[in-house]
């Protein structure tokens, strides 16, 4: 039997209340004991003194290209970027080419994935054909070839009536239906977020209230329908406020938030960098500290990373023919860091909650926690080490981040995957 | 101005009094007709994204009256109706090895972008929504005129300000210099953030509560693809927003009104008001030349 002890680590499982220093086991792909000194033979030794050892981080929001957009970014390319970044579990969003709208398309990227991917990956199923909005999608049998949630992402149900329907076709499946909150006719032709800088850069602005009514909208109908309403990347304070709201009126409303989100607002862009071009867009310095807020209070659920590859030829443009999106697993976590938890503002504990048990729990995953018999996915993390971001040494086969270049105090140090090892930071 | 130059928000008070010195002594070598050769040997290369009269004439002109080459490049007809990259359009030019690029084109920031890849200095001849540089310091060379400051001079702009990058261009402009800024225009035109961008600037709807007691009523185009986003047909904004000869008697009575043109007559200001004693339209447009020939020595003389 294969076995891997990780010795004297400070194990923290937010799903069980630990945080002690303890060694973990792990036999064949599950996680055998945890405990003090354990009494292993013939195990493969990895050394954490010194290390925080978490539950494998799940990112729930990714785009990995494929199929259909492999210039971009592979299955395979796209998980060895989110192993770098200490993800264990990552969730690709449908819009791929074609979209991912039915079992066959799902099964492809559970066989792909099985084939090339380091790290374990879940697709999410089309709420409509096409992600065109109108019909919906062979949902029954998305779930049955793998999906753990659906969304249009990028491409938004606008009429309500075929929301209200896929919330409860959801429901019935017992999926989390996820929508990327933004209304296209208020957000039309926008580059990025209204307010006084889009108006100071002459671009064109997308106001956060095409974000809000959406959440309104969709926090209505999951009341109406009874389903789980996920809001994807939430960016602006009233949305945050909603989700609150909701939550306190015990619908089942649960939220994320990017790093992006909760590190830099639209004044933080250098003049036309397309590298800060994204949806929902940087929005104000208050939004910012909304989401900010929200993550301390208990309102959002989960960080995720909405990690949007895009060939440099593509961000190379005049700003408004720039698609949207930046990477985003590498950085991760060492933003959290840098932005919540050295700053005292939510301690190490609860930042793992949001890598791990709170999108397992959004998604209804086995894993996101250290208990026996889990799956063996866990994350190895150094708070403090220090290290630089370059991009160009990106695992990812695009190179669109705002944090090229960027000073970090701490990351991840080794990521396991089903008891495997599958990336080691170098030293 | 080291490479070149891409708007008026980063430039300082002085740098512009430079330049508008130097503009009134060419509006002398102007009126003389006189060529000079201090730029002989030069190039410039008008690259021209979107449809321009008077900008792209104005440049070539300047860059003739001092003796520098200059071609103009127009985007129909050129490598870009074929699919080429704005990058790579700008970087086969750049090969050429011309001393300056002057750029108009539709996307704000456009000139941004390349002169951040780019070592040839890049003159902004208006980017999409965002600065018309050279119209701003035209303007001013044309309140000069007549003028002892600008300081303390009360200044209407109005029209659909939120799409003019003329509008941005003057604010800073202006405020750098200490003149009070109205903005006016229907509320769908105008958003209020504009107020915060720069200081001594109010905002109203109302254009009789803007002209009232201005120095210089600045007008602008309206721009007939916005139409739709004015929620204002052509004959209600006129009625509205159009600047009429009754509109001037509640104005100094020295006031001077201005247009970048190219003006729509009947749809935002009348053709009275257009011919009047108090238009200095086409003396914004001769001071055009004086203006972009001493951007261009700036930018040109080593």
């Known amino acids: 039997m294969r076995k891997l002890i990780i010795r004297n680590g400070r194990v923290i499982d937010p799903a069980n209340g630990l945080d002690k220093v303890a060694d973990v086991l792990i036999e064949e792909d599950k996680i055998a004991a945890l405990g003090e000194k354990l009494q292993v033979s013939g195990a493969e030794r990895f050394d954490a003194s010194g290390l925080v050892v978490a539950p494998g981080f799940i990112d729930m929001h990714a785009h990995l290209r494929e199929p259909g957009f492999e210039h971009a970014e592979t299955i395979e390319s796209g998980s060895r970027a989110a192993a770098a970044g200490g993800f264990t579990t990552i969730c690709c969003m449908p819009n791929t080419s074609p979209v991912n709208d039915n079992a066959t398309v799902t099964s492809y990227i559970v066989d792909r994935a099985a084939r090339h991917a380091i790290v374990n990956v879940l697709p999410i199923g089309a709420i409509t054909k096409g992600s065109a909005g109108e019909e919906l999608s062979a949902i029954g049998s998305m779930k049955q070839a793998g999906i753990v949630a659906i969304s249009d992402d990028g491409r938004p149900v606008m009429n309500a009536r075929v929301m209200r329907r896929a919330m409860e076709t959801a429901r019935s499946f017992r999926l989390p239906v996820i929508d990327h909150c933004e209304d296209l006719h208020l957000s039309a032709g926008g580059d990025m977020h209204e307010g006084i800088e889009s108006v100071r850069l002459g671009l064109r602005g997308i106001p956060a209230a095409s974000e809000d009514v959406m959440v309104a909208r969709d926090i209505l109908l999951a009341e109406l329908t009874g389903a789980r309403f996920h809001v994807a990347h939430i960016s602006s304070r009233f949305s945050v406020d909603m989700v609150a709201f909701a939550k306190a009126r015990g619908i089942a409303v649960t939220c994320e938030a990017t790093p992006h989100h909760f590190t830099l607002a639209d004044a933080d862009m250098p003049p036309y960098d397309s590298n800060y071009k994204m949806k929902p867009p940087l929005r104000s310095a208050c939004d910012t500290g909304a989401v900010t807020q929200g993550i301390v209070s208990g309102t959002v659920d989960a960080i995720a990373t909405d990690h949007a590859p895009h060939a440099g030829s593509e961000k190379m443009q005049e700003f408004e023919k720039c698609p949207f999106g930046i990477i985003g697993f590498e950085t991760a976590l060492a933003l959290a860091l840098e932005q919540l938890v050295h700053p005292g503002k939510i301690s190490l504990p609860r930042m793992l909650e949001l890598f791990t048990i709170g999108p397992a729990r959004v998604l209804n995953l086995a894993s996101g926690r250290l208990s026996p018999g889990a799956p063996a996915d866990v994350t190895i993390l150094n708070p403090d080490r220090p290290w630089t971001y370059d991009v160009n040494k990106s695992a990812s086969k695009s190179r669109n981040s705002p944090f090229h270049g960027r000073n970090f105090r701490g990351g991840p140090v080794a990521t396991i995957v089903r008891g495997r090892i599958v990336w080691k930071v170098e030293t | ?302």
């Open chain 2, 1 to 302: 101005m080291p490479g070149g130059l891409l708007g008026i928000e980063p430039l300082d008070r002085a740098e512009m009094e430079a330049i508008l010195d130097r503009a009134k002594h060419f509006q002398r070598q102007q009126v003389e007709g006189r060529k000079s050769d201090q730029l002989r040997g030069r190039l410039l290369v008008n690259l021209f994204f979107e449809s321009s009269t008077r900008t792209r004439t104005s440049f070539e002109i300047a860059a003739k009256r001092l003796g520098a080459d200059a071609i103009s490049i127009t985007a129909s007809g050129s490598s870009v109706d074929k699919g080429e990259s704005l990058v790579d359009t700008l970087n086969t030019l750049g090969a050429m090895r011309p001393d300056a690029i002057v750029m108009r084109h539709a996307a704000s920031g456009a000139p941004h972008f390349l002169a951040r890849y780019l070592p040839t200095p890049i003159i902004n001849a208006g980017d999409g929504t965002h600065e018309h540089p050279t119209q701003a310091l035209l303007d001013a060379r044309t309140i000069l005129d007549r003028r002892a400051t600008l300081e303390g001079l009360c200044v209407a702009i109005i029209g659909d300000i939120a799409h003019s990058r003329v509008a941005r261009s003057n604010m800073y402009l202006l405020s750098k210099f200490g003149a009070r800024i109205v903005l006016c225009g229907p509320a769908s035109l105008l958003p209020v953030q504009l107020a915060n961008i720069t200081p001594g600037v109010t905002l109203t709807h109302d254009i009789r509560e803007a002209i009232r007691d201005a120095d210089v009523i600045m007008m602008l185009r309206v721009q007939l693809e916005r139409q739709h986003e004015a929620a204002f047909s052509a004959s209600e904004y006129f009625r509205f927003y159009g600047l009429r000869l009754e509109h001037l008697e509640l104005a100094k009575p020295d006031v001077m009104v201005m247009h970048p043109g190219p003006i729509n007559r009947g749809r935002e200001i009348s053709s009275e008001v257009a011919d009047s004693q108090r238009s200095v339209i086409l003396n914004q447009v001769e001071n055009g030349i004086a203006v972009r020939m001493a951007v261009l020595e700036r930018i040109l003389s080593n």
